[in-house]
């Protein structure tokens, strides 16, 4: 149900009663970059169709936002849960923290793996999202909706 008058009029002449949709959730994003000498990783995944062909997507930015480097990987059968985890590596390579959040290049990498059909890895970011990495920069808030 779309939750328009129409729909609701339909359902009201069978004697049916329909049962609208939840609002999404919209969230607020800022990218924020890790301390001086670590790398921040974001990553996220997208799929097409549970099960389906699935995609991941991350990228490596250091505490200026400058890329190090970023991938897209091809998974078979994704389930449909998907989700984003960032992390921050440090001076020792362990994993200083990982929370759940959402970045767009991350997510446009994770398209780009649907539409690429193979693994890569890239040393700077790739044209398509190279806006994206310059709104991290200047910190410019997005939105995910859920």
Known sequence: MLNCMD???ILRRFGLWGRPSKAPVIKSVVWSPPASGWIKVNTDSA??????????GGIFQNCRAFVKGCFVILIDQRSPCARVIT???????FW??????????AYTLSKHALEL????????????CSSLVGNDCIALESFRFS
Do not use: K
């Open 47 to 56: 799929a097409m169709g549970s099960p389906g062909v699935g995609g991941c």
């Open 7 to 9: 729909d609701l009029l």
């Open 117 to 128: 059909h193979a693994d890569s890895w890239w040393l700077s970011a790739l044209s398509f």
């Open 96 to 105: 200083s923290s990982i929370r759940w959040d959402g970045n767009q290049v």
């Open 87 to 93: 992390c921050t590596v440090g001076p020792e390579a």
